[in-house]
């Protein structure tokens, strides 16, 4: 007999965070994707990305499209806001949800056939009009659905499990992203937790647009030799560009040393963090050099992951359109329908 239904019961010595939630309160109902899915990995990391930032569960607005990606949104934040749209139309749902109600954390889960095929127009527009979310794409290189086709990510001379070679380009979904104006922009591995969370912390306190494109393998149709979007393969090809950590807003700590060097740093809960500054430093926040720094590794066949690019004076879509604060379910008759005189005003500007 399966069971599907998680116990409500929890242990009374569970470890709650600064706002009274366990790390249980952050999950959904049982995974029924394939046991060992890459996007499993990818759930847990946001739960825990959730439980440490100490956000309440209410707070957050969860939307996804179709596919396996998009069936995940039921295994997290469980007692959060949900919305699963058509195929590829994601961006948009949330884009409207994000212009009515302001207060809320959007975060869009979506996959390659998802984001990369039929909701590539989406995707492009979410982009360049820098709506405060976190768009999450769970990226395989397959059609997991309907039995493993190549998806429009999968890499050109890649095999699929039938031996079958792809001979299109693909679509490079943070080439993109840089391309389209994107102001959060990072790569990781279902894989690696360790790197994955502090991505998935800063991406959510960031004010803009933030793309986090994580490889994901499929481990039905796309984890064999000859996949380049296999555990093995990542694995063995895997470039971390940065190690991250992420350190919620307090007064500032400073550590000015040289690169090679080794530095001890106190930090705010007494704890002493051990610093080495790399001699060779990506710049996040160069978004050309972050460009050639993906294409130029990828021709030599390497996975680039970590902090890619970010913008530290990035705005949203709000700021730019100058809306109001207030979410538009809490706004009076009078307020949402002003009048002829005010509709003459704003078809005057327009002429």
């Known amino acids: 007999m399966t069971y599907l239904a998680k116990p409500k019961l929890h242990h009374p010595a569970l470890t709650k965070n600064a706002v009274g939630y366990t790390r249980r309160d952050y999950e959904g109902k049982i995974s029924t ?14 739960v ?21 990606s998009s069936k995940t949104p039921d295994y997290f934040l469980g007692n959060s806001h949900g919305f699963n749209s058509v195929h590829g139309r ?3 749902v949330l884009t409207g ?6 207060e809320l954390i959007y975060l869009g889960v979506s996959g390659d056939g998802d984001s990369a095929s039929i909701g590539i127009g989406q995707f492009a527009h979410a982009m360049r009009r820098g709506i405060n979310m976190v768009y999450i794409v769970e990226n395989n290189g397959v059609y997991g659905l309907t039995k493993g086709q190549f998806s429009a990510t999968a890499d050109k001379g890649s095999k699929s499990k039938r031996g079958i070679a792809n001979t299109d380009e693909p679509l490079d979904m943070i080439g993109m992203a840089l391309l389209l104006g994107a102001t959060y922009v990072a790569r990781s591995f279902s894989g690696d937790k360790k790197q994955l969370v502090p991505l998935i ?33 990542v694995r063995q090809h895997n470039e971390a560009v940065n190690r991250l950590d992420f350190i919620e807003g307090r007064e500032e700590i400073t550590a000015d040393y040289a690169p090679g060097e080794t530095v001890n740093v106190a930090q705010h809960d007494g704890s002493t963090l051990r610093l080495h500054k790399l001699s060779a430093d990506h710049d996040p926040t160069n978004r050309v050099k972050a460009m050639n720094y993906v294409q130029e590794r990828a021709a030599k066949g390497e996975v680039v992951t970590g902090l890619l690019y970010i913008d530290p004076n990035a705005v949203d879509l709000h700021e730019h359109l100058n809306t109001v604060e207030t979410p538009l379910n809490q706004l009076g008759a009078s307020e949402l329908c002003p009048g002829s005189v005010a509709l003459e005003r704003i078809n005057a500007s327009l002429r």
Request: glycine share 10%; net charge negative.
């Open 90 to 92: 994601m961006p948009s």
């Open 97 to 102: 949800a994000n212009l009515a109600n302001r």
């Open 48 to 68: 825990q990305a959730c439980w440490e930032l100490d956000i309440q569960p209410h707070r957050v607005a969860k939307l996804s499209g179709i596919g396996c």
């Open 33 to 46: 994707l394939c046991a060992g899915c890459g996007h499993d990995s990818i759930s847990a990391a946001i």
């Open 201 to 233: 912390k800063g991406a959510i306190e960031h004010q803009g647009a933030a793309f986090i494109d994580v490889v994901s393998p499929c481990v039905a149709f796309n984890n064999h030799a000859g996949s380049t979007k296999s555990y093995e393969y």
